[in-house]
Structure formats: structure tokens, C-alpha cells
């Protein structure tokens, strides 16, 4: 506790200042240089008294003062909790005006009893009281009351929601972080310690280190079903990078320049190995995950849901529920630790079928986001077989038509963008969140195979077979005792979906985006038969051509989808050409390819890589029949149409711009010179290029800005940390290859007519100059 005056101020001296000066002023400086008063203990009780209705302070400074002297240690602290709750009752309803003002942030918003609380010291004296436990030298520590803490814990959540600066403060003190950690083995105050937690960590500057949780294993293996679910919503912030949702957007420069400061694992992948080093913790998320709900019954169902989607807005609400399932539920002495505990509260069985889904939803989205980061992170192979063992996806699959993707109203179709933070309703975070759990799961991953039931993969050997080719190594791997059961696997059934989505949805996006996953890696022409027969090319041409859909993210991730599923396929290109079959649908088509090239230029990768095929195919039949009748095939068979979208390629990208989004342009644009290198045509190529500059007027600039992309490629691709199979596996094209052809272009001699500098012209040559950090 603060000395009652500054070190070199008699009493008398300090009485006179303050009776002439402004008390919230000197406060405010104490708190700014550390020096001088800083709580209302410190202050005489008839000054405060005699301010109080001036400064309208509502008797606050004279509670905290009562607080203070009845809290001394060794006191039974009943005098103390009866001026904390009146103290409880100013503030709580000042926390909720804040909630539900169409959440107006502080600075918009005045709440002057937070405010008064803070400033006289009230969440420094609260956290010393929830503290002293811990700093008694006594080995059997004093047990405090549950309720007594559960009040301090609340008011220090409403003075964190409605007083800025109030978090951070409690953000920036470890200790108390850390001991906040120990309240949750506690279940009465369990849920007022995590909402806590979760406010204070989503400020903290720097990321804690689970490690450094007392007995987080015993912790974690202490909580109930319940509280695991709610334990998740401060895992997340643990676990994540800072700025995932914008990593796309990253300049490559900035990113392998921060690799190289930080080349010790992050913060973030060391608490993944924690959490994952826990006992059951996986485990228990599938188990979580995957938990069936009684199916709803009753006409009113939806308007009633959409009614607690409005209600369940306000987070405070929320767990104002949970708080009443869990206290219910001990006093009537039913709670269990196990995954039925949800389901056997007393209260639950009074609440509206609605509200147990609702319930039910929320508390799966934070499970699902946990296991989503661990399936990307650098464990990732470990958590895959973890959820293969436990059965996550059959169990998801069970899910599907009652819980996940059920029927739902026009409400709901609002469009958010691909923010996986959208401020939505509980259902869309659910869907979203489900499709980019199936997305990680299945990119570039043998166990994509488990999304399909064992019909379908005897759907998958028998296309195989049919077409004479040997079946994929994951697929005779695949234990079929991890499949999903059931009519229809989860793949089939998110197919069935997306093809009834309505054009203006978001889900679009996701949905794209978990279908392509699917097919990315070495191509597999029985995963493309797959879907090409049900139907998934004519849907997606549909959303590309006809479906009036404006939005880039939408039209990008159906141009990869559609990428992945014709390459090196020539029945996908048959398929496309009965739909594209005039020559108005052809030139929409293109225009929507043409109208964003970082968006469709993995589609236009696609066509030349399997023209290049089909044109060393001409023994065949079928192949020759479709190369003459195919108008996308002869389209980029024509010479001047691939150097078209060379030349945009490499102008629409420099090495300052590069991001994990566009470097697929400087991809593209070596696929196409690889090609032409393979027929020596490469010295054609380079040569139109250079007419392009003179005709366009700038000479230099787009060879010299194609030159310092490929050295930017040579250091960011042979980095020996870098999987390069990714260009490979999606080119059949040997990394070798695309490294010889880097050095070819590269090279020094301005004899070589394969070489960048010999169609540059000395008075342009910008060769030396470096663009590339270190």
C-alpha cells in the first residue's frame, strides 16, 4: 500500500494544497510521475465527503475508503464485501449502458463512476485483495470467500469495458496475469476469471507463455466440458500470430525480413507444443466438436433462433446464462466432468430448444478455431493424426444436416467479408469457421481422403481403374476405419450445399475455397472425375458467367477452384466447352478473367500448362477432338494471347509489392517462359517483351523489373526453410527445372539470347541496382 503522502511533504503542508488545489488533477499527475497520492485512502474522510456532491463522485472515494481499512489482512472480510457490492451495483450498471449503446467505444461514451473508481485507487486496492493469498508467508493459505471474489473479479471486468487505460494497466502486471490463471480451478468463479482473462489478453502487448501457467495440464484436465469450451476463447489469443486475418497482405520483403530477426520458434508455436504436450486435450476438442444436440422440432424454430441471435448480441448476456447453467447445475448436484454436463443442467431442460443450440454453436466456434490454428501450425502433422484418431471428421459429418448446415432464413445472408473476426450471428461464425477447419484439413495432406465415406473412395479406385491409371498412394493408405459413415461423405455433402447457395452469399468463399483444398498437390484425375461428375464445373461456371456475382473474393476463388479441377484434364475441358457454347458467354468469361489478373491468373496457369500437355498428346483421339473444338484451348494457343498476359503479369507486380497473394503472378509468368524454354522459344519471348517496352514508350522498365522479380524468386525460393514441392506438385514441372530456368534469365552474358540483359540497352540497364533488402 501507497505511503499516505509523498516522501518530502508534511502533513500539514499536504492538506493545505489539497484544500486549495484540484484532487482529481493532483491524482491524475501522481499517476502519470509515481509520486504524491494516489487513492482515496490516502485523503481525509471529511474532504471527501465535503467534495463529494460537488464533484459528483456519488460516494465513491468515501467507499473505497471504508473498502480499504475493513480488507486488512487477517480481517473475515464480510464488512468489506457488504461496501464492494455497493460499489458493484454503481458500476454494473454503468457496464451494461456501455454493452448495449449500440457499443459506443470509450472515448465516444463518458462513464464517470469507472472513472472515479479507477482514479481513487479502486482497481489497484481490488487487486491487492484478490492477491493476498499469495504473499502470506503461511503454508496453509487463507481461503477467501468465492463470492467475494467473484465481485472483485466483475468489477474489475465493468471498469475494463467502460474506462480506458483500465485494461492495459492490468495487462501490463504479469503477476496478476498469471494468478488470474489459478482462479479458474475454481468453478463458482470460473467464468468471471476467463471473461476477464480474455479481455486482458486480447491488449497485452506481448503474448504470454502458457508454460508459465502454474500447472496448466491439472488446470486444463480440471475443467468440465463447459469450461474447456470457454477455456478456448483465451486459447485463441495464445495461440494465434499477431495479424493471421492479414497475413495475406504482407509485403514477402517485410515477411522473410522478420523471419530472419526471429529464427527461434514464435511465442505463439511454443504454446501450440504446450497445449498439444497436455494429456486428453485433443482429444477432448473432438470430443467437444462433435457432441450432438437434440434435433429441434416445432414451426416457430428459425424465428426463434434469429430472436436469441439478437438477444446473444450482447456478450454480457451470454454469460450471464452460462453463469446460471453452472450454478444451477452444482446445486443440484448433478454436475459431471464429462461431455454430458451441458446437456444434464436443470436450467438447460427449462430453456427454449433454440437457446440449447445456440448454446451449443457458440461454444463449438471456439473449437473449432483452436483446432483450425493447430492443424496450420508447425505440429501440424501430429494434429492430424490426433484428429484422424479421435474421429473428428466422421463425427462432423454426423453434424451436418442438423446442426451445421441446416436450413436457415434470408436473415442470414447478409454478405460479411473474410474476416474470420466478422461481427455476425453465431450460425454464419459456425459455417465459416467449420469451412476453414475442412480447408486446413485437407490442403496438400494425405488424410483429405477421410472426408469421404467408403463408397466414394470405391467410387475413386474404380475411375482409376477405369482410365488405366494406378491409384493415388494416400488413397490405398487411407484407413477406412476413420472414414466418414453414412449415405454421403462430408466432401458430397458440402457439394450439395454450395450448389443451392444463394449468388449474393459470403459462403461462397469458404466453401470454394475448403472444395479447392481438396484438390491441391500432385493432381489426381479421379479426385477432378469425382467432382466433375456432380456437377461442380457447371456450377462454378455458372457463378463466373451467369450468376450476376460482382465480388472479387467470391470470383477469385472459384478462378483457383476451377484451376484445380480442369488441369491436365481434357474431359473437364470438353465439359467446359458444351457450357461455354456461344460466343457472348466466351467473351464474359474472359472479361472476368481479364479484369483482375492476380485473381484468375492460377486459371490462366492452368490453361497453359494443359495445352502444353494436350499438344504432346496428339495420339490421342479425344485429345486432338477437343484441342480443334475448344475455344478456351484455341484461344491460348494463340501466341499473341499468352504474351499478352505475360506482358500484364510482370507490369502488375514489383519485388516492393510482392505479397503472398500476388507472388502467384511471378509464378505464372515463369510457367509460361519454362514452356517456351522447353521448345527454344524463350529467346522469342524475351525479344517480344522488349518490343512491348519501345512500343509502349518506356524501354528497360519491364525487363529490368522482370530481372530484379527473378532475383527476388532465386533468394526467397532457394531459401533452405522454403517447401518449394507446392510449385512442383501443382506445375509437374521439377523444381530443378524452374531453378535452371531462373539462372538461365539471370545470367551475366549479353551474348546469351536467353539471358534478361541481353534485351536491355546499355543507356537502360538497371541491373545493379539492389532493390532487395537484406
Given at each position: 500500500?501507497?505511503?499516505?503522502l ?6 500539514t503542508g499536504?492538506?493545505?494544497t489539497l484544500c486549495?488545489?484540484?484532487?482529481v488533477?493532483?491524482?491524475t499527475?501522481?499517476k ?12 481525509p ?8 456532491k460537488?464533484?459528483?463522485w456519488h460516494?465513491?472515494?468515501?467507499l473505497?475508503?471504508k473498502?480499504?481499512e ?10 468489506a464485501?457488504?461496501f464492494?457490492?455497493?460499489?458493484s ?7 451494461m449502458?456501455?454493452?448495449t ?15 472515479t ?5 479502486g482497481?489497484?486496492l481490488?487487486?491487492e ?5 499469495t504473499l ?16 472483485c473479479l ?8 467502460c ?7 492490468l ?8 494468478f ?12 468471471q476469471?476467463?471473461?476477464l ?6 491488449v497485452k502487448?506481448?503474448?504470454i507463455?502458457l508454460?508459465g501457467i502454474p ?9 468440465d466440458?463447459q469450461?474447456?469450451?470457454n477455456?478456448?476463447?483465451i ?5 494465434s500470430?499477431?495479424d493471421?486475418?492479414?497475413d495475406?497482405?504482407h509485403?514477402l520483403l517485410?515477411k ?6 526471429n ?7 511454443v504454446n ?16 467437444l ?29 451470454l454469460?450471464a446464462?452460462?453463469q ?10 448433478t454436475?459431471s466432468?464429462d461431455?454430458?454436463?451441458l446437456?444434464t443442467?436443470?436450467l438447460r431442460?427449462?430453456?427454449p430448444q ?9 461454444y463449438?466456434?471456439e473449437?473449432l ?8 501450425g508447425r505440429q501440424?502433422?501430429?494434429?492430424h493424426?490426433m484428429?484422424a484418431?479421435?474421429?473428428l471428421?466422421?463425427?462432423l459429418n ?11 432464413t434470408?436473415?442470414?445472408?447478409v ?9 455476425c450471428?453465431p ?5 465459416i469457421?467449420f ?7 485437407s ?6 481422403y477421410?472426408?469421404?465415406?467408403s ?10 481403374m ?6 493415388v ?8 476405419s ?10 458430397t455433402r458440402l ?5 443451392r447457395?444463394?449468388?449474393d ?7 470454394a ?8 498437390g ?7 472425375m469425382?467432382?466433375l461428375?456432380?456437377g ?7 457463378c463466373?458467367i451467369?450468376?450476376?456475382?460482382t ?5 477469385q476463388?472459384y478462378?483457383?477452384l476451377?484451376g484445380?479441377?480442369?488441369?491436365f ?15 457472348e ?19 490462366v496457369?492452368c ?18 477432338e ?11 494457343a494463340r ?8 506482358f500484364r ?10 505479397t ?7 509464378n505464372?509468368?515463369?510457367?509460361i ?15 517480344a517483351?522488349?518490343e ?20 527476388f524468386?532465386?533468394r526467397?525460393?532457394l531459401n533452405?526453410?522454403?517447401?518449394s ?10 523444381f530443378?527445372?524452374w531453378k535452371?530456368t531462373v ?22 540497364m538497371d ?5 532487395l533488402?537484406?
Amino acid at each position: 500500500m501507497a505511503t499516505l503522502l509523498g516522501s518530502d511533504s508534511p502533513c500539514t503542508g499536504a492538506r493545505r494544497t489539497l484544500c486549495t488545489g484540484n484532487i482529481v488533477t493532483k491524482f491524475t499527475t501522481s499517476k502519470i510521475t509515481g509520486k504524491g497520492f494516489s487513492r482515496g485512502t490516502q485523503l481525509p474522510g471529511g474532504l471527501l465527503q465535503e467534495r463529494d456532491k460537488r464533484a459528483k463522485w456519488h460516494g465513491i472515494p468515501t467507499l473505497l475508503q471504508k473498502l480499504f481499512e475493513s480488507s486488512h489482512p487477517n480481517s473475515d472480510l464480510s464488512q468489506a464485501h457488504s461496501f464492494l457490492k455497493v460499489l458493484s451495483s454503481q458500476l454494473s450498471m454503468e457496464a451494461m449502458s456501455f454493452v448495449t449503446e449500440d457499443r459506443k467505444t470509450a472515448q465516444e461514451s463518458t462513464f464517470p463512476n469507472t472513472y472515479t473508481f479507477d482514479l481513487f485507487g479502486g482497481v489497484d486496492l481490488l487487486v491487492e485483495i484478490l492477491m493476498r493469498p499469495t504473499l502470506t508467508m503461511q503454508k496453509k493459505k487463507p481461503k477467501m470467500n468465492d463470492d467475494l471474489v467473484k465481485d472483485c473479479l466483475s468489477v474489475l471486468y465493468n471498469c475494463c469495458i467502460c474506462t480506458e487505460g483500465v485494461t492495459k494497466s492490468l495487462a501490463a502486471r504479469d503477476d496478476f496475469v498469471l494468478f488470474l490463471f489459478t482462479l479458474m480451478t475454481n468453478k463458482k468463479t470460473f467464468l468471471q476469471t476467463a471473461t476477464l482473462i480474455e479481455d486482458i489478453l486480447g491488449v497485452k502487448k506481448e503474448m504470454i507463455h502458457l508454460e508459465g501457467i502454474p500447472n496448466l495440464s491439472g488446470l486444463v484436465q480440471s475443467f468440465d466440458q463447459q469450461q474447456l469450451a470457454n477455456f478456448c476463447r483465451i486459447l485463441s489469443v495464445t495461440i494465434s500470430e499477431p495479424d493471421v486475418g492479414n497475413d495475406d497482405k504482407h509485403t514477402l520483403l517485410a515477411k522473410n525480413a522478420q523471419q530472419k530477426r526471429n529464427a527461434s520458434p514464435s511465442r505463439a508455436e511454443v504454446n501450440q507444443v504446450t497445449l498439444l504436450n497436455i494429456p486428453g486435450f485433443i482429444e477432448r476438442l473432438c470430443k467437444l466438436a462433435t457432441r450432438k444436440v437434440s434435433e429441434a422440432t416445432g414451426a416457430n424454430f428459425l424465428q426463434e433462433l434469429e430472436d436469441w441471435y439478437t438477444w446473444l448480441d450482447n456478450a454480457l448476456v451470454l454469460d450471464a446464462l452460462m453463469q446460471m447453467a453452472t450454478e444451477e447445475a452444482e446445486q443440484s448436484s448433478t454436475e459431471s466432468s464429462d461431455e454430458s454436463s451441458l446437456s444434464t443442467s436443470p436450467l438447460r431442460h427449462r430453456l427454449p430448444q433454440s437457446m440449447k443450440i445456440v448454446h451449443e454453436i457458440m461454444y463449438k466456434v471456439e473449437v473449432l478455431y483452436v483446432l483450425c490454428v493447430l492443424l496450420m501450425g508447425r505440429q501440424r502433422n501430429q494434429v492430424h493424426k490426433m484428429l484422424a484418431e479421435f474421429r473428428l471428421i466422421p463425427g462432423l459429418n454426423n453434424l451436418f444436416d442438423k446442426l451445421i448446415w441446416r436450413k436457415y432464413t434470408a436473415s442470414n445472408h447478409v454478405v460479411h467479408g473474410q474476416n474470420e473476426n466478422c461481427d455476425c450471428s453465431p450460425e454464419i461464425s459456425f459455417k465459416i469457421q467449420f469451412l476453414r477447419l475442412l480447408q486446413s484439413f485437407s490442403d496438400h495432406h494425405e488424410n483429405k481422403y477421410l472426408l469421404l465415406n467408403s463408397q466414394e473412395l470405391n467410387e475413386l479406385s474404380a475411375i482409376s481403374m477405369k482410365a488405366n491409371i494406378p491409384e493415388v498412394e494416400a488413397l490405398v493408405n487411407t484407413d477406412r476405419s476413420l472414414v466418414c459413415d453414412g449415405k454421403k461423405g462430408l466432401l458430397t455433402r458440402l457439394l450439395t450445399v454450395m450448389k443451392r447457395e444463394p449468388p449474393d452469399s459470403s459462403f461462397r468463399f469458404w466453401q470454394a475455397r475448403a472444395v479447392e483444398s481438396f484438390l491441391r498437390g500432385a493432381t489426381s484425375y479421379a479426385d477432378q472425375m469425382f467432382l466433375l461428375k456432380r456437377g461442380l464445373l457447371e456450377h462454378i461456371l455458372f457463378c463466373i458467367i451467369d450468376s450476376g456475382c460482382t465480388s472479387r473474393d467470391v470470383l477469385q476463388s472459384y478462378f483457383d477452384l476451377l484451376g484445380e479441377l480442369m488441369k491436365f484434364n481434357i474431359d473437364a475441358f470438353k465439359r467446359f466447352n458444351k457450357y461455354v457454347n456461344t460466343p457472348e458467354k466466351f467473351q464474359t468469361f474472359l472479361t472476368q478473367i481479364n479484369s483482375s489478373l492476380v485473381d484468375s491468373n492460377m486459371l490462366v496457369r492452368c490453361i497453359v500448362l494443359s495445352l502444353d500437355r494436350f499438344e504432346s498428346q496428339t495420339e490421342d483421339v479425344k485429345v486432338v477432338e477437343v484441342l480443334s473444338e475448344c475455344c478456351l484451348l484455341s484461344y491460348m494457343a494463340r501466341v499473341e494471347n499468352r504474351l499478352s498476359f505475360l506482358f500484364r503479369l510482370i507490369n502488375i507486380i514489383n519485388v516492393q509489392t510482392l505479397t503472398q497473394e500476388n507472388v502467384s503472378c511471378l509464378n505464372t509468368s515463369l510457367v509460361i517462359l519454362m514452356l517456351a524454354r522447353r521448345k527454344a522459344k524463350l529467346p522469342f519471348y524475351l525479344n517480344a517483351l522488349r518490343e512491348k517496352e519501345y512500343a509502349e514508350k518506356y524501354p528497360g522498365c519491364l525487363l529490368n523489373n522482370f530481372h530484379n522479380l527473378l532475383r527476388f524468386w532465386q533468394r526467397h525460393y532457394l531459401n533452405k526453410d522454403k517447401d518449394s514441392t507446392c510449385l512442383e506438385n501443382s506445375s509437374c514441372i521439377p523444381f530443378s527445372y524452374w531453378k535452371e530456368t531462373v539462372s538461365v534469365l539471370l545470367g551475366s552474358d549479353r551474348t546469351s539470347l536467353c539471358a534478361i540483359a541481353s534485351y536491355i540497352d546499355e543507356p537502360f540497364m538497371d541491373l545493379d541496382k539492389d532493390l532487395l533488402e537484406d
